[in-house]
């Protein structure tokens, strides 16, 4: 089992950048596939961006793409979201997730609390 804590979020303007956390418990960190998503008001949840457990393999949203960057250091148990050029549509409560299984998915079996990152025009 893992526990998630994700930490980074916070007010930005827009063409800014943020670089959000998330740090795990459990010494097991090195075997889970990450993933961040994000969630808007009024709008479901929606995925964007995951990372092997190796850090080999990465995807992303179109949305993000060219923007974002995923990246893990497992020696501190901490997955990484580099969000440059940030825009007011990137507002949202950002989870991160953990899961055995490999990536990319849509499910995961551990999520954490999330931080609001909130982009002004």
């Known amino acids: 089992q893992v526990q998630l804590v994700e930490s980074g979020g916070g007010l930005v303007q827009a063409g800014g950048s943020l670089r959000l956390s998330c740090a795990a418990s459990?010494?097991?960190?090195?075997?889970?596939?990450m993933g961040w998503f994000r969630q808007a008001p009024g709008k479901e949840r929606e995925f964007v961006a995951a990372?092997?457990?190796?850090?080999?393999?990465?995807y992303y949203a179109e949305s993000v793409k060219g923007r974002f960057t995923i990246s893990r250091d497992n020696a501190k148990r901490t997955v990484y979201l580099q969000m440059n050029s940030l825009k007011p549509e990137d507002t949202a409560v950002y989870y991160c997730a953990a899961d055995l299984r490999g990536v990319p998915r849509t499910n995961y079996d551990y999520w954490g609390q999330g931080t609001q990152v909130t982009v002004s025009s």
């Open positions: 459990g010494r097991t960190f090195s075997s889970y596939s």
């Open positions: 990372i092997s457990y190796s850090g080999a393999r990465t």
